[in-house]
């Protein structure tokens, strides 16, 4: 069983809309997790991090945490062309050594 | 935000070499930095986590004598490919985890990547 799933995609949505990432995790001591974009051809970005129930938002990305159901989610408002990459959701491991990456899902923001 | 550098950037090498590759966290201290290797369309693969002043401990079936790490310094980390092959042409991509403390902000244990070498093997 994977550590950290993420449907692997592609998502397509279209220019203006909510794109929606999502991922779950089986650890259930994890404390600590992240959204990173990755651009074909480039290295991981963080974009946010999240650390307690509930959301947390920065501009458009807002990213929500549900500990009990070990679910983490990324919303992308107004998507912009330019938000179409690769992103990583990760989980930092019971006793914090370890960041333990998703495959990843790719997203298309359609113009 | 934590800037990573690695160097080079892209080689190219003869079967049978050996190519080191740098990587600098250039305005924070990492006691910690972390490995990866990356296929064409597939995730981040750790290869071993690497800490400052010890040995690098590496993930399993990632041949230590073969990916040499060396954590010499809290800004620096090497990774030396020896006897490079063909099979080993991969993205590598070295990450620093840095505390965020001085943002005033509370987050910990965030890993930022440097962009990455991309290693070919003829």
């Known amino acids: 069983q994977k550590e950290v799933e993420q449907n692997s995609g592609p998502l397509s949505v279209p220019e203006g809309a909510i794109a929606s990432l999502n991922c779950t995790y089986s650890?259930?001591?994890?404390?600590?997790f992240f959204w990173y974009r990755q651009y074909s051809g480039k290295s991981p970005e963080l974009i946010m991090s999240?650390?307690?129930?509930g959301d947390k938002e920065d501009g458009r990305f807002t990213a929500q945490l549900n500990k009990a159901s070990q679910y983490v989610s990324l919303l992308i408002r107004d998507s912009q062309p330019s938000d179409s990459a690769t992103y990583l959701c990760?989980?930092?491991?019971?006793?914090?050594?370890?960041?333990?990456f998703g495959a990843g899902t790719r997203l298309f923001v359609k113009a | 935000g934590a800037v990573v550098s690695q160097h080079p950037s892209w080689v190219i090498c003869k079967s049978g070499t050996s190519v080191k590759i740098e990587c600098r966290s250039l305005?924070?201290?990492?006691?910690?930095m972390f490995w990866y290797r990356q296929f064409p369309k597939q995730s981040l693969m750790l290869m071993a986590t690497?800490?400052?002043?010890?040995?690098?401990?590496?993930e399993q079936g990632v041949e230590k004598d073969k990916f040499l790490i060396n954590h010499a310094s809290l800004t620096l980390s090497t990774l030396t490919v020896t006897s490079a092959h063909p099979e080993d042409s991969s993205f590598y991509i070295c990450?620093?985890?840095?505390?965020?403390?001085?943002?005033?902000?509370?987050?910990?244990?965030?890993?930022?990547f440097g962009p990455g070498t991309r290693l070919t093997v003829l």
């Open positions: 990760a989980g930092l491991n019971t006793g914090g050594f370890k960041t333990i």
């Open positions: 690497s800490n400052e002043g010890s040995k690098a401990t590496y």
């Open positions: 305005d924070f201290q990492a006691t910690t």
């Open positions: 999240i650390y307690s129930n």
């Open positions: 990450s620093a985890e840095g505390w965020q403390g001085a943002k005033g902000t509370s987050s910990y244990n965030e890993q930022f």
């Open positions: 650890d259930r001591g994890s404390q600590s």
